[in-house]
Structure formats: structure tokens, C-alpha cells
């Protein structure tokens, strides 16, 4: 069993910053890729940012040149900090992992319960 537990999180006014931050913990993990979805209400979730195993990150258009996602593979720990905040990125956030269970090699995705991120303009 693996859990995500998120940190950082609420309200900013537009131009502002915020870290979030997402631990994954568990027992015979490798984690894959870790990064952050958001969603409106009633609506699909969207990817933000990821970084994969290697090292590579992929970034949604809408926060290049804003937002940086990082990893402490120490602490299976991944940091999205989100700088010149605008109010149409007032979302739930919500950390993703995509890990293998390694005495079984399977793999599973796992979600974090989400934390708010509001810009005010």
C-alpha cells in the first residue's frame, strides 16, 4: 500500500507563489513518476507537471516558464513550486504516483486526496 501525502496548498493573490509538496510513502515500492494533476469541479483531471524516473519532467503548456517540479528521490518527496500564479490556475491539486510493487513487478497509480490552490485577482 502506498500513500501520498501533500502538502502547501492555498490562497495567493495573482503574481504570487506557492510550493506544494508530496511524500510517497510505502513499503517494496520504485516509484516510475510522481508529479501533479488538477481539476475543477465535475470536470477531468489535468496534468500539470510529471518527472519520471530519469530525471526528464514534462509540463503542461499553460505553466512552462511558471511552475518547476522537482524530486528528492531520498525521500520519494516531489516539489512543484508555481510562481506568477494566476487566478485560472484556482484548481485542486492532486499529487499523482505511477509506482511498481517490486517483489511483484506490477505496477499501480496512486492518487493524493488534493489540496486547494486559489488566486485571487
Known amino acids: 500500500q502506498v500513500q501520498l501525502v501533500e502538502s502547501g496548498g492555498g490562497l495567493v493573490p495573482a503574481g504570487g507563489s506557492l510550493n506544494l509538496s508530496c511524500a510517497a510513502s510505502?513499503?517494496?515500492?520504485?516509484?516510475?513518476?510522481m508529479g501533479w494533476h488538477r481539476q475543477a469541479p465535475g470536470k477531468q483531471r489535468d496534468l500539470v507537471a510529471l518527472v519520471i524516473q530519469s530525471g526528464r519532467t514534462v509540463y503542461a503548456e499553460s505553466v512552462k516558464g511558471r511552475f518547476t517540479i522537482s524530486r528528492d528521490n531520498a525521500t520519494n518527496t516531489v516539489y512543484l513550486q508555481m510562481n506568477s500564479l494566476k487566478p485560472e490556475d484556482t484548481f485542486v491539486y492532486l499529487c499523482y504516483a505511477n509506482v511498481r510493487l517490486v517483489s511483484t513487478s506490477r505496477v499501480y497509480d496512486y492518487w493524493g486526496q488534493g489540496t486547494q490552490v486559489t488566486v485571487s485577482s
Open positions: 510505502g513499503s517494496d515500492l520504485s516509484i516510475n513518476a
